[in-house]
């Protein structure tokens, strides 16, 4: 079993700045690819990033890409999502997920392809 646990999470005015972590206990050694999902109230949840253990290959969903960067410490077992100029339609509860093997490009935005998921931790921005 691989957990999950979420931080960096708060409140933030328009403009401004988070770094998110994700740090993984457990059986990480099980484990190929971490990512980033966020879900806005009344919205279903949204693929943001991933990254690969071994290599670091990232990947964005499009709507995400300039403003958000995934980044791994291979060390630590941890994934960071630094969060940029931040808007209020960014807050959402954010999630990290792990997924046990490959997944092919067009599954990264599967979440059914995910086999762990953290808690979340909520970002809120206000304008």
């Known amino acids: 079993q691989v957990q999950l646990n979420e931080s960096g999470g708060g409140l933030v005015q328009a403009g401004g700045s988070l770094r998110l972590s994700c740090a993984a206990s457990g059986r990480t050694g099980s484990t190929y690819s971490m990512a980033w999902f966020r879900q806005a109230p009344g919205k279903e949840r949204e693929f943001v990033a991933l990254i690969i253990w071994r290599g670091g290959m990232t990947y964005y969903a499009d709507s995400m890409k300039g403003r958000f960067t995934i980044s791994s410490d291979n060390a630590k077992n941890t994934v960071y999502l630094q969060t940029n100029s931040l808007k209020p339609e960014d807050t959402a509860v954010y999630y990290c997920?792990?997924?046990?093997?490959?997944?092919?490009?067009?599954?990264?935005?599967?979440?059914?392809?995910?086999?762990?998921w953290g808690q979340g931790t909520q970002v809120t921005v206000s304008s």
């Open positions: 997920a792990a997924a046990r093997g490959p997944l092919y490009y067009t599954d990264y935005d599967a979440q059914d392809k995910y086999d762990y």
